[in-house]
């Protein structure tokens, strides 16, 4: 019996040895850090979780021999960086606002304002072409026609990949969400939509604790600045112009177009638009009175275009406009060129997401102009009395305005919204905006900039939605509430671990051949490197609970149908990122990752089998 055990014991010890050995040859390859081959140089601002980001990068790069080295900035010295000196390797940015147009020249071309990357054709000439292929695509996008087809989305789906794939100036990281909760007695609110087009659909249920009346819808907002859309730089002023005034074309939140104020506008050929006015809309009373029941016509469009290309804050943007022609009170023309430097007319897709812009009343701000009689003259009492008084042909007009404590918005009654009358074929109307039976008849905007004074006052039932994307712990015990309905919907937010591809950069944007694979650039091979060596999914989980969604797009996540599907991905995998650091000329040597378990129960084996031995040879004694 004795010596059973004792067989037993020694058995037992040696499978576990053999096991050990296992364990030890199927551990990850995953290993903590190597000697660094290099130094890299991370720069990012401070005041947020962007100095966390660059430790993460600091401590997954480690993993493939590569030391970083962090600096947190001010703003204004990393904003500096950016655009002037361009010390550093990598970089953490974001760019924020979106659009409806996948085009992103100024970001990723070479003589982009934003192209904080380096990206020069030199690093893809293409002989036949005669320029970077990255430049081709991207000039390319602007030409195809119309700006909306088949051909277009798949064009900037190859642009994005070979973008991506090849040039890989950037890593993308994050599209934040943002959250709302909304009191559950609140039907027919969609956050995507926004409140101005989910109102025709909502209604109240009942009365919910605080409330007083079922008719009115109240919200917080900071202090409004200037209601002119021509001149605002803040978003509580663009939210009443926009709820007052509309536009020519509505972008649906998944980015569909739809006529609007137009009654359509067609591309006769690629360099002239032609917009036909909705008849019947009736504009809102103006402040001083001067122009009651004025409608809407070809000569607002005409306007409003006009001064957004001479005299707003964006005039720059509107470069591409060649001529404005009235052809009749319901029909005006833009004659485009989006190429001013050759002497034909050419294309640019992007004028049509410009159709989208809030349409002015001509009636009221082009009372005088200046000595060519054409440029409208802002100085004009009527300009001062719209940037506090502004109104349009939209769902709300301005009602009673108390500074520092609301802003009413009322339903206007005449809105062609409302009125049948207005034809509306063709645009789904109803089913895009609802049929307005749910009694509501007032927007109340009480001016509280403080968040977490607007998220008491909510809970309180003074207001009826709230912003707590700051307040996740307070989320969490609203999404457990039934009285409270919580939700949430993706930003137009890109941020990115940026690469500076500038041959001075002696590693990451070294333009020599990768030794390991001649069909890229040891920079590139690096970059990738880099790219599959972060980790995005614990930086999500560690600094943003898991909540923010990772994108793989050289362009906004919310763009949806522009974002190729097949787009190529880096995610984290550190084979692949050994792999190309290989490729680049640095060959990382490891012995199987963290062995400590597998030599745990290596040495607890060993000691069994030698424990065992003793015990033979002391009974053979």
């Not at 140089?41 to 401070?46: A, D, L, R």
């Amino acid at each position: 019996m004795k010596m059973n055990k004792v067989k037993t014991t020694i058995l037992v010890g040696v499978i576990l040895s053999l096991f050990a050995v296992s364990a030890i040859a199927v551990q990850p390859a995953k290993t903590n850090a190597v000697d660094p081959f290099f130094t890299l140089v991370f720069k990012t601002n401070g005041g947020g979780v962007r100095p966390d980001y660059g430790n993460f990068l600091k401590q997954h790069l480690a993993r493939i021999g590569i030391n970083v080295d962090v600096i947190v900035q001010d703003w204004p010295t990393f904003v500096g960086e950016l655009i002037a000196y361009r010390d550093f390797d990598i970089c953490y940015v974001a760019l924020t606002g979106g659009g409806a147009d996948p085009d992103f020249t100024g970001v990723f071309n070479e003589n982009g304002s934003l192209n904080l990357f380096g990206y020069h054709t030199d690093m893809d000439y293409n002989e036949t072409l005669g320029t970077g292929l990255n430049e081709w695509y991207m000039k390319q996008g602007n030409l195809i026609m119309p700006p909306d087809s088949t051909e277009r989305v798949q064009h900037y789906w190859a642009w994005e990949q070979y973008l991506m794939d090849k040039i890989l100036p950037c890593q993308p990281t994050f599209a934040p969400k943002v959250y709302v909760s909304i009191w559950a007695t609140l039907d027919g609110y969609d956050m995507t939509d926004g409140l101005k087009q989910s109102w025709g659909k909502m209604s109240f249920s009942a009365l919910h604790d605080g409330q007083i009346v079922d008719s009115e819808v109240v919200t917080t907002d900071a202090a409004w600045s200037d209601l002119n859309p021509l001149f605002q730089d803040d978003q509580s002023s663009s939210t009443i112009s926009t709820a007052t005034m509309d536009t020519l074309i509505f972008y649906d939140a998944d980015l569909s177009v739809h006529p609007h104020l137009a009654e359509s506008y067609e591309f006769i050929n690629d360099t002239t638009i032609e917009i036909v006015t909705r008849d019947g809309i009736k504009w809102q009373d103006d402040p001083d009175g001067l122009f009651p029941g004025e409608e809407f016509d070809a000569e607002d469009v005409y306007f409003t275009i006009s001064a957004w290309a001479t005299v707003s804050n964006d005039v720059a943007n509107y470069d591409w406009i060649k001529k404005l022609e009235i052809v009749d009170s319901t029909t005006m023309r833009i004659y485009i060129d989006g190429d001013p430097l050759t002497e034909v007319n050419d294309a640019f897709a992007p004028a049509v997401t410009y159709l989208s812009t809030r349409i002015l009343p001509e009636h009221y701000l082009n009372q005088t102009q200046l000595a060519d009689g054409i440029t409208p003259d802002i100085t004009d009492a009527s300009w001062n009395k719209f940037a506090t008084s502004c109104f349009g042909t939209g769902l709300f007009q301005l009602g009673t305005f108390t500074e520092g404590v609301e802003t009413e918005l009322n339903v206007f009654d005449d809105c062609w919204w409302l009125d049948d009358s207005v034809s509306k074929t063709g645009l789904d109307f109803e089913n895009r905006f609802g049929d307005f039976t749910g009694g509501l008849d007032t927007w109340r905007i009480r001016i509280i900039p403080d968040q977490q004074t607007a998220l008491l006052e909510f809970e309180a039932g003074k207001t009826d939605l709230e912003g707590v994307t700051q307040f996740p712990e307070k989320r969490d015990e609203m999404i457990a509430d039934p009285d409270f309905n919580v939700q949430n919907d993706t930003t137009f937010y890109f941020g990115f671990f940026g690469y500076n591809m500038r041959p001075v950069r002696p590693v990451i944007g070294n333009p020599d051949d990768a030794p390991g694979d001649a069909s890229m650039t040891v920079g590139l091979a690096i970059r990738k490197a880099i790219s599959y060596a972060l980790d995005r999914v614990e930086i999500n989980n560690v600094i943003h609970r898991g909540e923010y969604t990772l994108t793989d797009h050289p362009i906004y996540l919310k763009m949806g149908i522009w974002c190729n599907p097949n787009i190529i991905r880096y995610n984290h995998n550190l084979d692949l990122a050994r792999e190309f650091m290989a490729y680049a000329g640095y060959e990382i040597t490891t012995t199987g990752g963290t062995p400590g378990f597998g030599l745990l129960i290596a040495f607890v084996s060993i000691m069994t089998v030698a424990s065992a031995s003793f015990l033979i040879v002391k009974k053979r004694k």
